[in-house]
């Protein structure tokens, strides 16, 4: 089956630094993937839209700036929390829809960000 | 736009007990619907999924068949066993471009 990886699974940064979360496809290719914010006891929030080629497509109220997506190939985005603070600590996870099934979404482990 | 609503939990039930999660959708045009479920430490999974009204989505023992008129999804399963013990998502994809919109997570606890 499609499987989705991200790395790192679990990242502890300081305020005020960058990091990047990656998001693979690992088994067939994605030229859409989907990034997500998970907070504890809630639901996904969907972040963005991650495009191979072109801009991410952002959801209502959340900062392009802040949250830099980048598709930079058919098996690779990247999400970059810059300047990041507390109130980004989060579980952010990944999905890729199925190239048979376009339906059906192959969600990634999911990266656990602690912001100190 | 759309939304989905679940019963929120958490719902803890003995072993081999009826379960039952209610969900229910609003939505433009004809979603397809899903039951993705979410075991401790792991990422999501799909469980189950119809596409259409009056489609029925199997799997595991899980059962949840997709009703238009009463814009639900009921998950429902007849016996369940500790490893069922995860969190449940509702979830709708709609006409623009596979994007999913989630319940709120339903936490089950079964207990032996």
């Known amino acids: 089956g499609a499987v989705v990886s991200q790395h790192p699974s679990r990242v502890i940064c300081k305020s005020g630094t960058s990091v990047k979360i990656e998001c693979r496809s690992l088994?067939?290719?994605?030229?859409?993937m989907f990034w997500y914010r998970q907070f504890p006891k809630k639901s996904l929030m969907l972040m963005a839209t991650?495009?191979?080629?072109?801009?991410?497509?952002?959801e209502q109220g959340v900062e392009k700036d802040k949250f830099l997506i980048n598709h930079a190939s058919l098996t690779l985005s990247t999400l970059t929390v810059t300047s990041a603070h507390p109130e980004d600590s989060s579980f952010y996870i990944c999905?890729?829809?199925?190239?048979?099934?376009?339906?059906?979404?192959?969600f990634g482990p999911g990266t656990r960000l602690t912001v100190l | 736009g759309n939304s989905v609503t679940q019963m929120e939990g958490p719902v803890t039930l003995s072993e081999e007990a009826f379960l039952t999660i209610n969900c229910t959708y609003t939505?433009?045009?004809?979603?397809?619907l899903f039951w993705y479920v979410q075991y401790p430490g792991e990422g999501l999974q799909l469980l189950l999924k119809?596409?259409?009204?009056?489609d029925k989505g199997s799997n595991k023992g899980f059962e949840a068949t997709y009703r238009k008129e009463t814009t639900s999804f009921h998950l429902e399963k007849g016996s369940v066993q500790v490893s069922d013990s995860a969190v449940y998502f509702c979830?709708?994809?709609?006409?623009?471009?596979?994007?999913?919109?989630f319940g709120g997570g339903t936490r089950v606890l079964v207990k032996p």
């Open positions: 088994d067939f290719q994605a030229t859409t």
């Open positions: 999905s890729a829809p199925g190239t048979g099934d376009s339906d059906t979404q192959y």
């Open positions: 119809a596409t259409k009204a009056d």
């Open positions: 939505a433009t045009g004809y979603p397809s």
């Open positions: 979830a709708l994809s709609g006409a623009a471009g596979n994007k999913l919109t």
């Open positions: 991650s495009n191979e080629g072109s801009k991410a497509t952002y």
